[in-house]
């Protein structure tokens, strides 16, 4: 099943990568596994299990980062194991790669880190797939740039806003046109709609318009997206203010699933 999905979205199968925003435990990850896998098997789409063993980029210090590197790719390698799907998390550092690469399908470069040479180099060199999110500074046609250190075939790119005053974040639609030059590109529908440091120690956000947001990605052509979604927000250990409900996810997917077949 992990293969059939990587070659379905090779030859352009719509899909999604979709998670609790941190490993908070075993039991939140299963359940949105277990929802999530049975959405798919439903609507019949590729999906792609996310979550992040370590937060580094937090607010601050007091912020919660996840269990740690083992313990988080210990519940990673369960998810994917439990349900045979493909998972995906960060990397922040060279050193992780090799263990992190043991265990994940996509090795996803942070934001904040899209232009750290070494990391993408050494990310693609495990022959892995590759999901770098565009930072918030950068144009689109910067990620170019990005695309040529890591010189593989397995990459994707993803969409996540670009700052625009403080505490604020922006989506230019047409970055989506010019990211699908160099490669499948994804929209991610809540960092998209993070208000960063937005109630002074933490992130905020704004999940009522993930929905009409995403819709208008799909209709431009995207080729996924990428959603945090959590059973319960507002006791969510990271990113509470920004994650979509999981009971959302299913209006979420059929309302974007019907734009996709108009576009085809």
Same mark, same amino acid.
């Given at each position: ?27 939140? +990850?299963? &359940? ?5 896998? /049975? ?28 269990? =740690?590197? /083992?313990?988080?790719?210990? @519940? ?32 996803? @470069? *942070?934001?904040?880190? +899209? ?15 590759? /999901?770098?999110?565009? =930072? &918030? ?68 956000? &704004? ?25 319960? *927000? &507002? ?30």
């Amino acid at each position: 099943m992990i293969e059939a999905t990587f070659q379905r979205i090779a030859r352009g199968d719509f899909f999604l990568i979709a998670g609790p925003c941190v490993i908070e435990s075993e039991e939140v +990850c299963m &359940q949105v596994a277990e929802h999530m896998t /049975n959405l798919a098997e439903e609507l019949d789409f590729p999906y792609i299990f996310k979550s992040s063993y370590r937060k580094a980029n937090r607010t601050s210090v007091s912020s919660f980062t996840g269990h =740690g590197l /083992n313990n988080g790719l210990a @519940i990673l390698q369960k998810v994917r194991s439990r349900f045979n799907i493909p998972v995906l998390t960060d990397v922040h550092e060279t050193g992780e790669i090799p263990q992190v690469a043991k265990v994940v399908d996509i090795l996803q @470069i *942070p934001a904040f880190l +899209c232009r750290q040479t070494d990391l993408i180099v050494q990310a693609a060199a495990t022959g892995k797939w590759v /999901n770098i999110k565009k =930072g &918030q500074f950068m144009a689109p046609e910067d990620m170019a740039h990005a695309v040529a250190k890591a010189n593989t075939d397995k990459l994707m790119l993803t969409e996540r806003g670009t700052t625009f005053g403080y505490h604020n974040l922006v989506v230019d639609f047409r970055s989506l046109l010019i990211l699908k030059q160099y490669g499948l590109t994804i929209f991610d529908a809540t960092h998209s709609l993070q208000q960063p440091s937005g109630s002074g120690n933490v992130s905020t956000g &704004q999940p009522e318009y993930v929905i009409p947001m995403a819709r208008a990605a799909v209709a431009i052509g995207i080729n996924g997206l990428f959603v945090e979604t959590h059973p319960n *927000p &507002q006791k969510a250990l990271s990113d509470a203010g920004a994650m979509l409900p999981l009971d959302k996810m299913k209006e979420l997917l059929e309302t974007v699933l019907r734009i996709r077949q108009v576009l085809e």
